[in-house]
Every structure is written in structure tokens, then in C-alpha cells.
């Protein structure tokens, strides 16, 4: 029953349901788990392994924990933000879940200051450009709407942290986000 209802998706893109495989379902458990404790952690996927399916299921868990208020899946490229969001879109066809892209940095502040619990799928250039926006504070109208966005309980899923989240960029993160 629970890997029916709990450890399978539906692919609208290529019309089949799809039952995650033993490993997936240990790193979705784990990060529950240690979402519980609010810890950081890794998933450690190859190539083909289905990281992105992982990384859907583990995004729509996080978004069931009430203290959250978005999920944000950063990325370090274009391509891979086009990608994962059509992905995303294709699995959350029929999951109760909104996947929100964004193709600028303005639609990143729009999706992060909506009411709507979603998946922001977004680059960690576009994040970095609103962080620095944010630092300066630029305009009253602004300030509102940024200081909407810092008190927002968010959770972080990085495809490639290696490349996208240096230890300094988390740092960064940390002063700006609550987890």
C-alpha cells in the first residue's frame, strides 16, 4: 500500500506510473528523517540512477511538513532548470503539488513572496542576483516584499552542490534563509 500511494509517480510525459526503486525510497526516508531534526545532508546519486525522481518525491515530502513554507530546487545551469522543471511538471501532473520555474530573477521574488505552498525550481545565479538584491534593500516596495521572503521557512534541495552551493554560498544562505 505505501508504495503505491507513497513511493510511486505518475508521468504524464511518458504516460506510465513509475515505482521507485529500494534506494530511492532509503534516500526519501532519510531525508524525512532528518527533516525532522532540521539537519543538512546529501543524497548521493550516478548518473541514470533517477536523482531527479528522488529529488521530485523528497521535494513533495518536504512540502507536507506543515513549519514549511517552500520548497526551492536549485540548479546550476539554464538547460537543467528547463529540464527539471518539466520533469517536475510531468510528475506532479496529478500530485496535489504546484511546480513553479522561474525565468527571471523577478519571477523568483513573485513565486517566493506568493501565499502558494510550491516547488520554486530556480538557478543559484537567479538566487544569488535576489540575494544581493535583498542585501541592498533597494526600495521601500521592495523591502516588504523581501522582508516576506526572509521570514519564509523554506527547504533546499541542490542538484550538483558541488558546483552550485560552495561552503561560502551557504553561509550566504544561512544569513538570509530559515530552514
Not at 520548497?71 to 504546484?98: G, H, K, M, W
Not at 558546483?163 to 544562505?173: D, G, I, S, W
Request: aromatic share 8%.
Amino acid at each position: 500500500h505505501r508504495m503505491v500511494t507513497q513511493y510511486s509517480i505518475t508521468d504524464r510525459d511518458k504516460k506510465a506510473l513509475i515505482l521507485l526503486r529500494p534506494y530511492q525510497i532509503h534516500a526519501i526516508e532519510a531525508v524525512k528523517e532528518a527533516s525532522k531534526h532540521q539537519a543538512s545532508g546529501f543524497v548521493w546519486h550516478t548518473t541514470g540512477s533517477g536523482k531527479t525522481l528522488t529529488s521530485y518525491k523528497v521535494a513533495c515530502n518536504l512540502l507536507q511538513i506543515p513549519s514549511i513554507d517552500k520548497t526551492i530546487f536549485i540548479v546550476d545551469r539554464v538547460d537543467l532548470n528547463q529540464q527539471t522543471t518539466e520533469s517536475f511538471a510531468s510528475y506532479a501532473e496529478f500530485d496535489p503539488i504546484s511546480i513553479d520555474e522561474t525565468d527571471n530573477v523577478n519571477d523568483l521574488v513573485k513565486r517566493l513572496a506568493s501565499d502558494d505552498r510550491t516547488v520554486v525550481v530556480t538557478t543559484i545565479q537567479k538566487l544569488n542576483h535576489l540575494m544581493n538584491r535583498m542585501a541592498e534593500d533597494a526600495t521601500e516596495r521592495l523591502t516588504k516584499t523581501y522582508e516576506k521572503i526572509k521570514k519564509l521557512k523554506v527547504a533546499f534541495i541542490v542538484d550538483e552542490c558541488h558546483r552550485a552551493v560552495t561552503p561560502q554560498k551557504k553561509k550566504e544562505l544561512d544569513q538570509i534563509f530559515r530552514y
